[in-house]
C-alpha cells in the first residue's frame, strides 16, 4: 500500500508542478488563496458555527492562514519534493485513505461568500481531492459580510436563506433572484425544507449536468455551471435531467450555449440605436446567399380587437405586406396567452414554413428562444428591451424622445405649474420617458413640478388629478398612428378644463411598420448576417430619427406651442438635441449630470431614479396589481434585485406593454 501511495504522490507532485508553473505564466496565483488577506483587518462580518457538513470539495478554494500554502498548487496539488516530512505525511495519508478504514477526520474551514477556506487538514484536502472526492466531510464557520447593495452579496444573503431549508453549498449564484428561480424550476416553495433523498437527487443531477457543461465550457470562460443549468431549466423541466442520456443532454446545451455565454457576460447586450438604410449593403448580396422571397411571421398574446397594442403590431404586419408586395407572405398567429399557448403558436409559425418570426409581447421571449434554439436557421425577434440572449434580436422605441417634446408642451400650457403624469409599468425605459418628460417641462416652465401616478397599482390617477387641482395631464402613448384616440384623449398629453372636459395636446405614437420594413430590407441586402457576433445579444432601440417613434399633435393645440414642438421635433430626428444633455438633479439632492456629457443607451434603459422636479416614486413589487406583476418581472427596473419570496409562482393574468 505504501509503495502505491509513493506513486501517487509522485503523479500528484508533477500535476502541482505543471499547475504552478501554468499559473505563473499566466500571471494567476501559484498557490491557494488566503482569507485573512482577502478579509481586511477588524472585518466587521459576523462568524456562524454552522457544524459539520460535507462541503463541495471543489469549493475548497484556499486557506484560513498563510502559514503552509507554497506547499500546494490553487487546487491543493502537492509541491514539495519527496524526502520532505510534508511528503512522508501526505503518503502516509494516501496509504489510508486507500486502506480500509479511510480517512475519518472532518477538517476544519471557514466559508465565506460561498468558498471554503481551510484552518486544519490542508493534506487531507490535498490528498481526497488528488483522488477526485466530490465532497470532503468538515465542520464550518461563516464568515457573513455586511449587507450591502452589491449584488453579489445580496445574493449570499439569499444564499443563506437556501441554505436554511436546503442544507447544500452545491450551487452559488452572484446575481439576486437566483435561488428563487431555482426552487422554481425545482417546484419547491422558499420554505420547503428539503429531505436527505432531496439533497441526494439534486446533486446527483447537478453532477450529471455539471459533467455536460465542462464538456463545452474554454476554461478561459467566465461561466458558472449553476448559471447554465438556469437558463437551460428556462426551457426544459428539470426532470429531463433523469431522462436524457449524456449525449442528448450536451446536445441541448450545446444548442443554448452562446446565449449561455451572452447572460453570463456583463457587457454581452450591444444596443443598437441607428437603423441603417439596408439598401447601402447591396454589395453584400454577392458575399452571402439572400432570399428571394421571406415568409413572414407575426406572434401575438391577444387579438387585434382586444389588444390596441396588437393592433399596432398588425398594423405594422400591413404596411410591409404594402412595401414588399408579393416578396414577402405575411401570417398572424393570436392567442400565445401563456407559456404552452406561445410555444405551440411560435411552433407553428416555424413548421408552415416562417423564415422570420416576430413575438410581440416581452413575456413572449423565453418561448421565442426555446424556439430559436430549435430552430437556428430561422430569425426571431421578440418586442421587449435588455434582453441577454444571444439567439434572438430584441426591439423597442426610445419614446422618450417624444415625451420629452410632449413635456415641453405641457409645461408650456400648465397654468398652476402642476403636471399630472400617468406612467404604466416600472419596466426598462420608463423613468428615463418620466424623466425627459419632466425636463421637457421644465425647459418651458422652470418651476414646473410632475405629480407621478401609475396604472399598476389601486386608484384611480385621473379623477385624482382633477379632485386636486391639476389640469394638464401625460397619459398613454398612442401605439398606433390614429387620429382619433389622440382627439378622443384616450392616449396622450391632454388638457382638463374645469367641467372635466378633456382637449388633446398631443402625444407619442408608435410605427412598428418603419421597424419591420427595416429587418425586412436588412435580410433582403444581406445585413443581417453582418450584424451576428457570436455570443453578442443584439437589441435594437431606435428613436425618431428612425421614424418609429413620431409625435402626434393635436389641432387644438396653440400656433405658438405647435411651432415648438415642431422645431423640437426637427431637431431631435436630425441629432442636434438630447434631452439629457444639461445638468439633471435627482429626487435625493444628488447631481446625475453636470452638464458636461449626457448618458450612454445602457444607463438610459436601466435609469432607476426619478428628477428632482417629480413628485412622487417608483412603486415596489408587492404594491403592483397581480396582471402586471410578471411584465415587471420579466422587464422591471429593478428585476435582479426581487428577494426570493417575490419569485413565485406567476400569475395566469397577463398584462404587456400599451
Not at 505 to 533: A, C, H, M, T
Given at each position: 500500500m505504501m509503495q502505491i501511495a509513493n506513486d501517487e504522490y509522485a503523479v500528484a507532485l508533477r500535476k502541482g508542478q505543471k499547475e504552478s508553473r501554468e499559473a505563473a505564466l499566466a500571471g494567476k496565483p501559484t498557490h491557494p488563496k488566503v482569507l485573512d488577506e482577502i478579509l481586511p483587518e477588524n472585518y466587521p462580518g459576523i462568524i456562524q458555527d454552522i457544524g459539520l457538513l460535507e462541503i463541495p470539495a471543489k469549493r475548497i478554494i484556499g486557506t484560513k492562514t498563510a502559514g503552509?500554502?507554497?506547499?500546494?498548487?490553487?487546487?491543493?496539488?502537492?509541491?514539495?519534493?519527496?524526502?520532505?516530512?510534508?511528503?512522508?505525511?501526505?503518503?502516509?495519508?494516501?496509504?489510508?485513505?486507500?486502506?480500509?478504514?479511510?480517512?475519518?477526520?472532518?477538517?476544519?474551514?471557514?466559508?465565506?461568500?460561498?468558498?471554503?477556506?481551510?484552518?486544519?487538514?490542508?493534506?487531507?484536502?490535498?490528498?481526497?481531492?488528488?483522488?477526485?472526492?466530490?465532497?470532503?466531510?468538515?465542520?464550518?464557520?461563516?464568515?457573513?459580510?455586511?449587507?450591502?447593495?452589491?449584488?453579489?452579496?445580496?445574493?449570499?444573503?439569499?444564499?443563506?436563506?437556501?441554505f436554511k431549508v436546503s442544507r447544500l453549498y452545491t450551487v452559488q449564484f452572484r446575481r439576486p433572484g437566483d435561488y428563487a428561480r431555482l426552487l422554481k424550476h425545482l417546484g419547491k416553495k422558499s420554505d420547503d425544507i428539503?429531505?436527505?433523498?432531496?439533497?441526494?437527487?439534486?446533486?446527483?443531477?447537478?453532477?450529471?449536468?455539471?459533467?455536460?457543461?465542462?464538456?463545452?465550457?474554454?476554461?478561459?470562460?467566465?461561466?458558472?455551471?449553476?448559471?447554465?443549468?438556469?437558463?437551460?431549466?428556462?426551457?426544459?423541466?428539470?426532470?429531463?435531467?433523469?431522462?436524457?442520456?449524456?449525449?442528448?443532454?450536451?446536445?441541448?446545451?450545446?444548442?443554448?450555449?452562446?446565449?449561455?455565454?451572452?447572460?453570463?457576460r456583463e457587457d454581452s447586450v450591444k444596443v443598437e440605436t441607428r437603423a441603417e438604410d439596408g439598401a447601402k449593403a447591396g454589395i453584400l448580396e454577392r458575399i452571402f446567399e439572400v432570399p428571394d422571397h421571406l415568409n413572414v411571421a407575426f406572434v401575438h398574446q391577444l387579438t387585434s380587437e382586444e389588444s390596441i397594442w396588437v393592433a399596432s403590431h398588425e398594423e405594422g404586419r400591413q404596411h410591409i405586406e404594402s412595401v414588399f408586395g408579393d416578396r414577402i407572405t405575411c401570417r398572424s398567429y393570436f392567442g400565445a396567452s401563456g407559456p404552452a399557448q406561445a410555444e405551440l403558436a411560435i411552433e407553428t409559425a416555424v413548421m408552415e414554413g416562417a423564415q422570420v418570426v416576430f413575438t410581440t409581447a416581452p413575456p413572449l421571449s423565453l418561448a421565442t428562444l426555446k424556439a430559436a434554439v430549435a430552430?437556428?436557421?430561422?430569425?426571431?425577434?421578440?418586442?421587449?428591451?435588455?434582453?441577454?440572449?444571444?439567439?434572438?434580436?430584441?426591439?423597442?422605441?426610445?419614446?422618450?424622445?417624444?415625451?420629452?417634446?410632449?413635456?415641453?408642451?405641457?409645461?408650456?400650457?400648465a397654468?398652476?405649474?402642476?403636471?399630472?403624469?400617468?406612467?404604466?409599468?416600472?419596466i426598462y425605459g420608463t423613468p428615463a420617458s418620466i424623466n425627459a418628460f419632466a425636463l421637457g417641462a421644465q425647459m418651458t416652465n422652470p418651476r414646473a413640478q410632475i405629480e407621478l401616478r401609475w396604472t399598476?397599482?389601486?386608484?384611480?390617477?385621473?379623477?385624482?388629478?382633477?379632485?386636486?387641482?391639476?389640469?394638464?395631464?401625460?397619459?398613454?402613448?398612442?401605439?398606433?398612428?390614429?387620429?382619433?384616440?389622440?382627439?378622443?384623449?384616450?392616449?396622450?398629453?391632454?388638457?382638463?378644463?374645469?367641467?372635466?372636459?378633456?382637449?388633446?395636446?398631443?402625444?407619442?405614437?408608435?410605427?412598428?411598420?418603419?421597424?419591420?420594413?427595416?429587418?425586412?430590407?436588412?435580410?433582403?441586402?444581406?445585413?443581417?448576417?453582418?450584424?451576428?457576433?457570436?455570443?453578442?445579444?443584439?437589441?435594437?432601440?431606435?428613436?425618431?430619427?428612425?421614424?418609429?417613434?413620431?409625435?402626434?399633435?393635436?389641432?387644438?393645440?396653440?400656433?405658438g406651442?405647435?411651432?415648438?414642438?415642431?422645431?423640437?421635433?426637427?431637431?431631435?430626428?436630425?441629432?442636434?438635441?438630447?434631452?439629457?444633455?444639461?445638468?439633471?438633479?435627482?429626487?435625493?439632492?444628488?447631481?446625475?449630470?453636470?452638464?458636461?456629457?449626457?448618458?450612454?443607451?445602457?444607463?438610459?434603459?436601466?435609469?432607476?431614479w426619478l428628477c428632482e422636479n417629480v413628485i412622487g416614486a417608483i412603486p415596489p413589487l408587492e404594491e403592483i396589481l397581480p396582471r402586471s406583476q410578471p411584465l415587471v418581472r420579466e422587464l422591471g427596473i429593478y428585476r435582479d434585485k426581487l428577494p426570493q419570496e417575490k419569485e413565485a409562482k406567476k400569475h395566469e393574468d397577463i398584462d404587456h406593454i400599451r
Open positions: 503552509r500554502i507554497t506547499a500546494f498548487s490553487p487546487s491543493f496539488r502537492p509541491l514539495l519534493e519527496p524526502k520532505t516530512e510534508f511528503a512522508t505525511k501526505w503518503i502516509h495519508l494516501c496509504a489510508a485513505h486507500l486502506g480500509d478504514t479511510g480517512i475519518q477526520d472532518p477538517i476544519l474551514c471557514y466559508e465565506y461568500l460561498g468558498n471554503f477556506y481551510v484552518q486544519e487538514g490542508n493534506k487531507r484536502v490535498s490528498v481526497l481531492r488528488h483522488f477526485d472526492a466530490p465532497r470532503i466531510p468538515s465542520t464550518v464557520k461563516r464568515v457573513v459580510p455586511p449587507m450591502s447593495d452589491d449584488p453579489r452579496i445580496r445574493a449570499y444573503y439569499e444564499f443563506m436563506d437556501f428539503w429531505t436527505e433523498e432531496d439533497r441526494r437527487n439534486f446533486n446527483a443531477y447537478y453532477s450529471y449536468f455539471q459533467d455536460a457543461f465542462e464538456a463545452l465550457r474554454n476554461p478561459r470562460e467566465e461561466i458558472l455551471c449553476e448559471e447554465a443549468l438556469l437558463l437551460w431549466l428556462e426551457l426544459y423541466p428539470w426532470q429531463d435531467l433523469g431522462r436524457l442520456n449524456g449525449a442528448e443532454l450536451k446536445t441541448t446545451l450545446s444548442a443554448l450555449w452562446e446565449d449561455v455565454i451572452s447572460t453570463s430552430h437556428p436557421k430561422v430569425k426571431f425577434l421578440n418586442c421587449s428591451v435588455s434582453q441577454p440572449f444571444s439567439s434572438i434580436r430584441t426591439y423597442y422605441g426610445r419614446i422618450f424622445e417624444a415625451k420629452f417634446i410632449t413635456g415641453a408642451i405641457a409645461g408650456a400650457m397654468q398652476n405649474n402642476r403636471i399630472g403624469y400617468i406612467a404604466s409599468y416600472p399598476c397599482v389601486k386608484g384611480t390617477p385621473q379623477e385624482d388629478f382633477f379632485a386636486d387641482g391639476i389640469r394638464v395631464i401625460s397619459n398613454r402613448n398612442v401605439p398606433a398612428r390614429n387620429q382619433m384616440s389622440l382627439d378622443f384623449c384616450n392616449y396622450g398629453t391632454y388638457l382638463m378644463d374645469d367641467m372635466g372636459e378633456l382637449i388633446p395636446l398631443g402625444s407619442p405614437v408608435w410605427v412598428w411598420g418603419k421597424f419591420y420594413e427595416f429587418v425586412i430590407r436588412n435580410i433582403f441586402s444581406g445585413g443581417w448576417k453582418q450584424e451576428k457576433d457570436g455570443s453578442t445579444a443584439l437589441n435594437y432601440w431606435l428613436g425618431m430619427d428612425s421614424g418609429i417613434i413620431d409625435l402626434d399633435l393635436s389641432r387644438k393645440l396653440p400656433a406651442v405647435r411651432q415648438l414642438a415642431k422645431i423640437l421635433c426637427h431637431n431631435m430626428v436630425s441629432g442636434t438635441m438630447d434631452p439629457f444633455h444639461r445638468r439633471i438633479i435627482a429626487q435625493d439632492g444628488t447631481v446625475k449630470n453636470d452638464g458636461s456629457g449626457t448618458f450612454t443607451p445602457e444607463q438610459l434603459i436601466r435609469m432607476d
